[in-house]
């Protein structure tokens, strides 16, 4: 008895260190991206968006590979280690090229074994909740907690030493990361869905389509917020030490939110939550779009909270509601693939043209709009009644 508690206190143990490491080398790295390019490499804003963009589009098509390749070989932790070291090994690479061409193709590269990181992890740690009754969320907490230390420590370590040092730090972490990720539990339960069934069902929903231009309005501005805000903070005046403070103070206000979402879901309405989400997200970006004072924007990134923490469990419930039951994997992987692929990449490419021929700031009032818009469909999807 004693040995299987010292067990699952291991594997606890590496569970929460691959989560902490992999979030710490991804708030190493993203945030302060942007900034680098511009800055130490000298490309233009579209150039900037250009490279940007490639993580989503990869995404899209390469994370079903993974997900393939998993259920064949039934190796899911091989795989993931292997894209690790990868992935630390691109880092280097990254850090040593300054053409645009190479960046590109080293940004491609990287996003091949990046996108991996993610669902091959999930998909672990699911397995391993369902079979030992473990909460889930208590593992997913630690990303949340190594991407916050990290955007700070990373920021302040960059204002000391240089721009180049996101590259090491993301290496290094990532590498570790990798020893964790090889001492994962290895059970693998993949469950087969049929994409052309599951799409023949969606479509006797339509408010579901509907709220997939949503996801894709008001998802896309909030993670390409994840690269532009970086300069948006150094061109306020902020610095990279002040960048890393500002991506703390928002990442840390998510988890807290997350942690009542549920229960504000049942007590005001799903309708009301998103609406409330939605609407945050957009006076925050029209603030950003009048250039406010840095202590009013340190101020007011707590609303990421309620925006991301409370639109994305809010979102996942709404789409499980609106799917058929038989049709709930294939809505969930279609509703990611739209707001967290297709936005994230139209909102980060079309954000570089306009940095580059207006300003960061006007990058700001472009995601407001979108996210007006997704506030006044909002008002016309159907309200889902909750327990």
């Known amino acids: 008895m004693e040995a299987s508690l010292a067990s699952n206190r291991s594997v606890k143990l590496n569970f929460y260190m691959y989560y902490f490491l992999v979030f710490f080398g991804i708030g190493a ?19 900037i968006g250009m490279v940007l963009s490639i993580s989503p589009v990869v995404m899209i098509l390469i ?24 992935t630390a090994v691109m880092g280097i690479v990254f850090s040593a090229v300054s053409s645009y061409a190479l960046i ?14 993610i669902p091959l992890s999930d998909s672990i740690s699911i397995n391993y909740v369902k079979k030992t009754k473990m909460d889930y969320g208590s593992i997913r907490l630690w990303g949340a907690v190594g991407f916050a230390v ?12 240089g721009l180049s040092v996101i590259f090491y730090t993301f290496t290094f972490v990532m590498g570790i990361g990798a020893i964790f990720a090889w001492q994962l539990p290895r059970e693998s339960n993949s469950i087969k869905v049929s994409f052309k069934k599951g799409m023949g069902e969606l479509v006797k929903a339509p408010s579901y389509f509907l709220f997939l231009v949503i996801a894709f309005l008001i ?8 690269f532009y805000f970086g300069i948006f903070i150094d061109d306020l005046g902020g610095g990279l030490a002040g960048i890393g403070l500002a991506f703390m103070l928002a990442a840390g206000s998510e988890a807290p939110v997350m942690k009542f979402a549920n229960r504000w879901i049942r ?67 279609l509703y990611s693939a739209v707001g967290n692929g297709l936005g994230n990449w139209f909102c980060t490419f079309l954000g570089g043209f306009i940095l580059e021929f207006y300003s960061v700031f006007a990058v700001y009032f472009f995601f407001g709009c979108l996210s007006l818009a997704a506030v006044i469909l909002l008002l016309f999807v159907k309200q889902k009644r909750t327990a």
């Open 63 to 86: 994370q079903p590979v993974w997900g393939i390749i998993s259920d064949a070989t039934k190796k899911p932790v091989t795989l993931l280690t292997i894209a690790l070291v990868m």
């Open 150 to 161: 990290s955007v700070l420590a990373v920021g302040k370590l960059s204002e000391m030493t």
């Open 267 to 333: 007590k005001f309405g799903m309708k009301q939550i998103l609406l409330l989400a939605a609407a945050v997200s957009t006076l925050r970006w029209f603030l950003y779009f009048l250039e406010p004072p840095i202590g009013l924007v340190y101020a007011t990134t707590i609303a990421q909270g309620f925006s991301t923490g409370l639109f994305i469990p809010a979102a996942l419930q709404y789409v499980k509601d609106l799917a058929p039951v038989s049709a709930g994997a294939t809505a969930i992987g």
């Open 219 to 226: 998802l896309g501005p909030i993670l390409a917020n994840n």
């Open 104 to 117: 590109i193709a080293a940004a491609g590269i990287l996003a091949v074994f990046q996108a991996a990181l």
């Open 29 to 47: 790295l993203s945030p302060l991206l942007s900034v680098y390019l511009r800055d130490d490499i000298g490309l233009s804003g579209s150039q």
